[in-house]
Each structure stands twice: as structure tokens, then as C-alpha cells.
């Protein structure tokens, strides 16, 4: 049971590179979000998927896109990478209407 | 932007005290609220939630509400050193205040000393 998958767990992108985030969770939840944090910022909310076919803004959405590929997968694409999204990314999922089961997280750096 | 404050800390406390840590929010109508713990280099996790209702209590963990004040405390008995950590509080914002939607403090971070 490896709950909540996040791939890759590092990257490094030049400014205006592309590349996305993915989340998978096998536990068969509804729910899934993308969160960022940055030092003194707390965890920001980028986008959420109540259910499959689904997903709605959170805080932070500009310079970002979802697809919630199915029940278990929700990606995160940075279509044009900028210094501003270095961040760490954590994806998350939930059977509730809250994030319960974290994954472990991106760490990544846009140069 | 409904506000979520804490203190940042470093709450120091010896091993064996009770540790409190307190979240101010600005929404008065908020009805939920939750606390997740963060160890360094770690993705954080959901220890308690609680709502509106009433205060919970779940092994050496105790969430409590003051509404009169707008603020949330969660107390850690018998601190162990295995509890030093960031902890951040959350409730949710938005309109109809989902619990989809969670604003985050920045956290506070406790250390327990052996």
C-alpha cells in the first residue's frame, strides 16, 4: 500500500521549460489537491478535484493546470516555468472534503 | 482572505510537560478546524480535527475551540521528543467555507527536550 505517489521528487527547469507534476494515490479516494509551500508562506492551496472529472481553483492557480486523469491520478503542469514556482509541491488526497494523506513531495527549483 | 495566525515559535518545553499551541482565526463563522504536524523535510500530516460542536480529544492530543475568542489550541500531553515538529493549524476559507479549501498558518514550531 504505498498511499500517496509523487513523481519526480526533484527537478530542476530552466525558465520557460514545461514539465508536470504527477499524484497517484490506491486508496480509492475522491479527493485530491495540489498544494505548494514556500519558507514563510505557509501551504498554499493551487488546485483541488472533489471527484473524478472535476477540479476547481484553490489560492494560488496562476501559471498552473490540472487533469484528473482518473480515480486515481491528479497532475500539475507548469506550462512556462517561472523563478516565482520554485517551491516544494505536495500532492494530497482524502475520502473527506479535506486533505488528509500527504505525498512526499517535489522539490522544485526554476532557475 | 479569512486569516489563519500562530505564533512561530520555537515552543521550547521539557519532555513530560504539556505543550500548548494556539491558532487566532478571522473568520468568525468558520465551523472547522484542523491540526497537522510537520517534521522537518516532511510532507505534514492530519493529527485532529474538530468542529464547531465541540472540543476533542484523541490519546495524549486535546483540540479545544474558544469561539468567543476566534482561536484554536491544541494541547500535547506527556510531550515526548518525538513530537518536535512544525505544527500548522488550518481552517477553511472561501465562500460557504469549504473544507475543500484550507488556509494554512505558517506554523508553529515545538521542541521537546529530553
Known amino acids: 500500500n504505498a498511499g500517496v505517489t509523487q513523481t519526480p521528487k526533484f527537478q530542476v527547469l530552466k525558465t520557460g521549460q514545461s514539465m508536470t507534476l504527477q499524484c497517484a494515490q490506491d486508496?480509492?479516494?475522491?479527493?485530491m489537491y495540489w498544494y505548494r509551500q514556500d519558507p514563510g508562506m505557509g501551504l498554499r492551496l493551487i488546485y483541488y478535484s472533489a471527484s473524478e472529472g472535476t477540479t476547481d481553483k484553490g489560492e494560488v492557480p496562476n501559471g498552473y493546470n490540472v487533469s484528473r486523469l482518473n480515480k486515481r491520478e491528479f497532475s500539475l503542469r507548469l506550462e512556462s516555468a517561472a523563478p516565482s514556482q520554485t517551491s516544494v509541491y505536495f500532492c494530497?488526497?482524502?475520502?473527506?472534503?479535506?486533505?488528509?494523506?500527504f505525498g512526499a513531495g517535489t522539490r522544485l527549483s526554476v532557475l | 482572505q479569512k486569516e489563519v495566525e500562530q505564533n512561530s515559535g520555537p515552543l521550547s518545553v521539557p519532555e513530560g510537560a504539556i505543550a500548548s499551541l494556539n491558532c487566532t482565526y478571522s473568520d468568525r463563522g468558520s465551523q472547522s478546524f484542523f491540526w497537522y504536524r510537520q517534521y522537518s523535510g516532511k510532507s505534514p500530516e492530519l493529527i485532529m480535527f474538530?468542529?464547531?460542536?465541540g472540543d476533542k480529544e484523541d490519546g495524549r492530543f486535546t483540540a479545544q475551540l474558544n469561539k468567543a475568542s476566534q482561536y484554536v489550541s491544541l494541547l500535547i500531553r506527556d510531550s515526548q521528543p518525538s513530537d518536535s515538529a512544525t505544527y500548522l493549524c488550518?481552517?477553511?476559507f472561501g465562500s460557504g467555507g469549504s473544507n475543500y479549501k484550507l488556509t494554512f498558518g505558517k506554523g508553529t514550531l515545538l521542541t521537546v527536550n529530553p
Open positions: 474538530i468542529y464547531s460542536n
Open positions: 486508496m480509492n479516494h475522491n479527493s
Open positions: 494530497a488526497s482524502s475520502s473527506n472534503r479535506f486533505p488528509w494523506y
Open positions: 488550518a481552517v477553511p
